[in-house]
């Protein structure tokens, strides 16, 4: 990962293993392998007679010289994918919908609870850092609420608030916090920007899964009407503090643009809708980028670009969706 200033730019590194010998020994077979930084993301040119490698995304410049010198201190870096808790697809969603049958008739307690967020914002406090941030919410809550009873509209909010945190927490995100019917969760990237945005993008496409081929199938089953989502995403440099009211109430949060950009973000999505910041787009693997296209939000969208104040900030919609029309099949 190169890193500019933590609060303005940042990139990742891609590299790609290219086998370049092989020896068969006593029935093993060994390959010696050589990294290249990917040239589907990078463009090779030349600055100053220097070999330099430029970001197609972000067009940060990367002086391959200067990459040779810092390779010795990146021992113990990881520059594989870091995968998530549980990354089969298919099996996940398998555990989703067993776990929603299981519990349907059940009551969720969540006495005694403690939140693992609590400790990743003591860790923020008093400094910038930078998190990928998600807010999920329930498509057209108030409509729903009209069509059930409070029972059922209850069990509603709490199914979906439940299997959107547990898509968060199986992406190695945190749940900040419940709003209602909105979820917003953070994925920390200060140690590891490539594997966090790639995590997070991925939990948002698992999330349209879950509704649309878990939730949905059962609410079906059950005469309920079916559910909608609108996401946002986005990265950028936040800080947590706490925030109250002596003697009356308290609580730590986070603070700063990039929360309230999200926010705005997601109350632009549409039905089932997947919208993220340019920052984030930039910043995911190329793989990902080919399910984004940009998005047209009207003359209405007028947030600035975090960095670039000037500017209108690009939205990107995200058309990833896994494809499992016979993922509970025996």
Same mark, same amino acid.
């Given at each position: 990962m190169a890193k500019n200033d933590q609060k303005k730019h940042v990139s990742r590194m891609d590299f790609i293993m290219k086998p370049i010998s092989s020896v068969e020994t006593d029935g093993s077979l060994y390959v010696k392998f050589v990294l290249e930084l990917d040239?589907?993301?990078?463009?090779t040119i030349?600055?100053?007679g220097k070999r330099t490698y430029v970001d197609k995304s972000t067009r940060i410049a990367i002086i391959e010289e200067e990459l040779l010198k810092k390779l010795p201190s990146m021992n113990g870096v990881p520059i594989l994918y870091d995968r998530p808790k549980q990354s089969d697809y298919l099996s996940y969603l398998k555990e989703r919908k067993a776990e929603l049958a299981e519990f349907w008739d059940k009551k969720l307690v969540l006495d005694d609870f403690t939140n693992p967020v609590e400790h990743i914002l003591n860790k923020l406090k008093d400094k910038d850092t930078q998190v990928v941030?998600?807010?999920?919410?329930?498509?057209?809550s108030s409509r729903l609420s009209s069509e059930v009873d409070d029972d059922i509209y209850i069990k509603i909010i709490k199914i979906f608030l439940m299997q959107m945190a547990k898509v968060i927490d199986n992406y190695k995100g945190f749940v900040l916090k419940p709003v209602g019917d909105c979820v917003i969760g953070i994925f920390p990237a200060e140690d590891n920007f490539p594997n966090t945005c790639d995590n997070a993008i991925q939990a948002a496409m698992i999330m349209r899964s879950v509704v649309e081929d878990v939730i949905n199938p059962v609410f079906i089953e059950k005469g309920l009407p079916k559910i909608g989502f609108h996401i946002g995403l986005d990265i950028g440099s936040v800080r947590a503090d706490r925030f109250g009211a002596p003697e009356i109430a308290a609580i730590d949060d986070l603070i700063g643009y990039p929360m309230n950009l999200v926010a705005k973000i997601q109350s632009k999505a549409g039905h089932n809708d997947v919208l993220l910041g340019r920052r984030l787009f930039? #910043? #995911? !693997?190329?793989s990902w980028q080919a399910f984004c296209e940009k998005a047209d939000l009207g003359d209405d969208w007028m947030m600035r670009d975090p960095i670039d104040k000037d500017e209108i900030y690009k939205i990107y919609r995200f058309h990833g969706k #896994?494809?499992?029309? !016979?993922y509970d099949e025996k």
């Open positions: 040239p589907k993301r990078y463009d030349e600055i100053n941030i998600i807010y999920v919410d329930l498509e057209g930039e #910043l #995911l !693997h190329n #896994l494809a499992c029309d !016979h």
